[in-house]
């Protein structure tokens, strides 16, 4: 067949909504005039204008809007028409151009389109090349029945509102690319907005007005887009703190402040003139502030009372002896003296705030640590105010996924947690116990939405007091679940004091708060680097998942870790054989579970052949777990030969092991490394780009493997046929492979090359990478996309994470996943531990006393042998007791018959 200039490279634009002659205004004009909402029953606003340059929306294909009468006006689209009846004229908004692609649907059947001259008849065909018009975007042409059909064009849409969908014919791929404007909903104080590519438009959630200035309010002003900013007045009463240069001295109570007259009871400064009650002379004729002496001279100097009635109290007393100020200010910022006697001592002092002994030192940078209430970057940023702790950042208005361990609306409740799952069925609650009985367990055991203590059943603690009176007694007065010292009433009570005896905390291995900052051991900063609180991480991630260790060190242990996907008990046992649910969580499903469901009829095999000869009856007849054509068994029957050519080739698109044979096949087609031998023929087709492995390692004879695109005799992009490390069978692997269909090909080197053979298909991860090495060693990422990860890696050989701490010699322990003796060999692929070879991928043979399958079960105990001659059924209780004593038979299946069981001691026919 002749080509024609139809063979001209087109690229196809598809955009959303818009009209195949090109012409008048898209969807995206309306969703950029409507902030995003449905032209359809909407009014779409005036937009104030001076000029036309603030009307134009950044699109081309919408044409060009003006300010017009002092609003905006609609631009005209461009005109992409070509005159051609048959090609579907489209507006790139890439490229700001028109193009033309051939539509083949808008011609009659059997004819296809020509850019320039329209449909034509391409006459007959034999295969699908002969209909290639080598485009992409319009789908792949067809050849039936010998006449050309078209393709199925890509489906390039991705449904949200806020990306332009396109299919490029260059890199024959669909592309969504964002256009942030077109979430723009024109207001200024919610911040700016963009698309994302997973959700669609999304708010920033970025205040415009915050300057990250603790002393400052910011108020946004929608209708002028500025923002207004005042001091710093948390509780309103119009005297601003002191930390901001203002003089109110408690800037969280309103009752506070320098216009306020001293009360004489209340214990506070209530004028802010740092005296307190009957200190303030303005209670001086306050009947309650009449002193009674307790101590002459005055001994007691750190409780606040003028114990002798001398009207000094504490270190104003001489008889205390107490501090002489010998300057106004802490003039030396780091000899432990208080200069100016206000109690405060160097640093601590804000005199002394920026003496050089007293700035700030970061010790991580950036800031990584988000919770220790410190500013570890010395950025005046502390914890989630820092942007470099990356908080929480909403990605739904509401929780929308209820079992995947993230707080997608940023309410601080995940999950079942958040009421927005409440009708969700992971989040249906199922009672396991009636009335409640556990109650410190944080579950709602009998769905009565009562948890615990809440819910009446549990008959918990009741409150005598509205706060802990008591502070040494042991007893929760106030119910908060904090009693003594840990309930926050009792700060200041003498009991509870703390007297620190290190500053900073430098034991951090004793569970005492040494430099008193309400921080013990590894949760004090101070101990960040002291090797009794630096984690060494063993598993990466976590997979160890009941031993109370934080495995893979991210702060999260066993179930609490996203690693870990932890099941829920329903029942001690595998209660349903058949359902796919594990109930005892024992981490064996269904028949899986061989000792709560070996007596199951669901699960019980018996075997009619052996081997298996049925090889289309779609069942497992030998009782082996594999099926007609998948049982080697049926490798040979007719029913199972089906693929010498390309036209009888089998589909593997799903992924796994293929069997088969190619005795008494022919040698039909060759690769350009292999193929003197009988061939069997595969495809595969994909929808996007995948990576995909090929091999045939568990086979015996010299084989030999090639894949080619499109069809049989399209371009070979593989041939392997001795792989490296496993003899004479082959491997091939495909990082990046394009959408489309591929045919693979088993063949064999030479022409007595053929036999029963094994091919496995696998989908690999599809890596892009982000980094030319290996940047980051603990994150579970293969940055570099060399297929190896983290401590795998050889760039990561001498980061801190990957320095290996031999803890046994030569290795003993052989089943924990680690490296113990530091010779780069984990558990089994050490020699040292001496483990079991497989010989076998199943017990072949069950009475040899050989585990084959290294699965640690032997002979008749492995479920691989449940229909062999040498091992008997298991077997089926027709009782619960031995009911007759003398016929042979194990009615209830204890492995006693008879008189041998316990329950024939009574019938007559057992007694001597």
Known sequence: ????????????????????????????????????????????????????????????????????????????????????????????????????????????????????????????CEVDADCDDGLFCNGAERCITGSCSPGLPPACEDVLDCTVDSCDEVADVCRNVPHDELCDDRLFCNGPEYCSTTTGCMHSFRDPCADDNPCTTEICDEVSDSCAITLRDEDGDRHVDERCGGDDCDDS?????????????????????????????????????????????????DDGRDNDCDTLVDCDDPDCGCCVPTSWYESNCDNGIDEDCDYLLDCADPDCAWDP????????????????????????????????????????????????????????????????????????????????????????????????????????????????????????????????????????DPACLCIPDEWPEATCDDGRDNDCDDRTDCADPDCAWDPACICIPDEMPEVTCDDGRDNDCDDAIDCADGDCTCCIPTATTETICDNGVDEDCDGLTDCLDVLDCWSDPACICIPDEWPESSCDDDTDNDCDDLVDCLDPDCSTSPDCMDNDTCGDAIDISSGGLFYGTTAGYVNDYAGSCVGRGPDAVFFF????????????????????????????????????????????????????????????????????????????????????????YESVCDNGIDEDCDDLTDCEDTDCDWDPACICIPDEWPEMTCDDGRDNDCDDLVDCDDPDCGCCVPTARWETVCDNGVDEDCDYLVDCDDPDCAGDPACPPPCIPTSSYESNCDNGVDEDCDDMIDCADWDCWFDPICWP
């Open 1 to 124: 067949m002749t080509r024609t200039s139809r063979q001209t490279a087109v690229v196809l634009l598809i955009l959303w909504g818009l009209a195949s002659s090109g012409c008048g205004r898209s969807d995206i004009e309306d969703k950029f005039r409507f902030g995003g909402r449905d032209a359809s029953t909407d009014v779409a606003p005036e937009i104030p204008c001076e000029t036309d340059g603030e009307c134009d929306d950044g699109l081309f294909c919408n044409g060009l809007e003006t300010c017009s009468g002092g609003v905006c006006a609609a631009g005209l689209a461009p005109d992409c028409s070509d005159g051609v009846d048959c090609t579907a004229d489209t507006c790139d908004e890439e490229t700001d151009s028109c193009y033309n692609l051939p539509d083949h649907e808008a011609c009659p059947p059997g004819e296809l389109c020509d850019p320039e001259t329209g449909c034509y008849d391409p006459g007959p």
């Open 253 to 301: 109570d309103p009752t506070v402040h320098p216009d306020m007259s001293e009360q004489c009871r209340d214990l506070r400064d209530n004028d802010c003139d740092r005296l307190v009650d009957c200190d303030d002379p303005d209670c001086a004729g306050d009947i309650h502030c009449g002193c009674v002496p307790d101590e002459v001279p005055e001994a007691t100097c």
């Open 357 to 492: 002994a007293c700035i700030c030192i970061p010790d991580e940078w950036p800031e990584m640590t988000c919770d220790d209430g410190r500013d570890n970057d010395c950025d005046t940023l502390v914890d989630c105010d820092d942007p470099d702790c990356g908080c929480c950042v909403p990605t739904s208005w509401y929780e929308s996924n209820c079992t995947n361990g993230i707080d997608e609306d940023c309410d601080y409740m995940v999950d079942c947690d958040d009421p927005d799952c409440g009708g969700d069925p992971a989040c249906v609650c199922i009672p396991d116990e009636w009335p409640e009985s556990t109650c410190d367990d944080g579950r709602d055991n009998d769905c009565d939405d009562l948890v615990d203590c809440d819910d009446p059943d549990c008959g918990c603690c009741i409150p005598t007091s509205r706060w802990e009176t008591n502070c040494t007694n042991g007893i929760d007065e106030d119910c908060d679940d904090l009693f003594d010292c840990a309930d926050p009433d009792c700060a200041g």
């Open 685 to 772: 087709t994909l929808t996007g780009v995948e990576c995909v492995e090929l091999n045939t390692f568990m086979t015996s004879w010299d084989t030999g493997l090639y894949v080619r695109e499109d069809s049989c005799y399209g371009a070979e992009i593989g041939c392997n046929d001795d792989e490296p490390g496993h003899g004479t069978q082959s491997f091939l692997r495909f990082d990046l492979l394009d959408p489309g269909t591929y045919f693979v090909f088993v063949d064999g080197w030479s022409t007595s090359s053929m036999g029963e053979y094994t091919l496995e298909m696998e989908y690999c991860p599809v890596c892009i990478p982000s980094s030319f």
